[in-house]
């Protein structure tokens, strides 16, 4: 991946069910930052994948919302980084929590 610019990262990530089919049509969203970022949500694609871009380094809960259920993760990002979150939706809404580790580019 190329390296992105000086004090930004991205988060991209794909939606999956429980039983690991890719979830088209999801609402994504950055619920909680380290910084005030723009209130966007994303509608994956047919694969299923999301990209929040040009980002500030810090902790972040991304959470996804579809008809098959919700699910949020936690992720910590770097500077000139890019990391990989993937969100699973169940209708308990319980999705994967967990912290991923960080990546570098």
């Known amino acids: 991946m190329p390296r992105l610019d000086v004090g930004h990262a991205r988060i991209t990530g794909t939606v999956l069910t429980l ?3 890719v979830v088209e049509g999801a609402s994504v969203a950055i619920a909680n930052a380290p910084e005030p ?3 966007i949500a994303l ?3 047919a694969d299923g994948r999301f990209l929040f871009d040009d980002l500030p380094a810090g902790r972040y809960i991304i959470e996804a919302h579809a008809a098959k259920g919700r699910g949020a993760v936690t992720i910590e990002i770097l500077d000139y980084s890019s990391t990989f979150a993937p969100i699973t939706v169940s209708e308990r809404g319980g999705g994967s929590h967990q912290p991923f580790p960080r ?3």
């Open 19 to 21: 039983d690991g089919s």
């Open 37 to 39: 970022v723009a209130d």
């Open 43 to 45: 509608l994956t694609g």
């Open 103 to 105: 990546s570098h580019c």
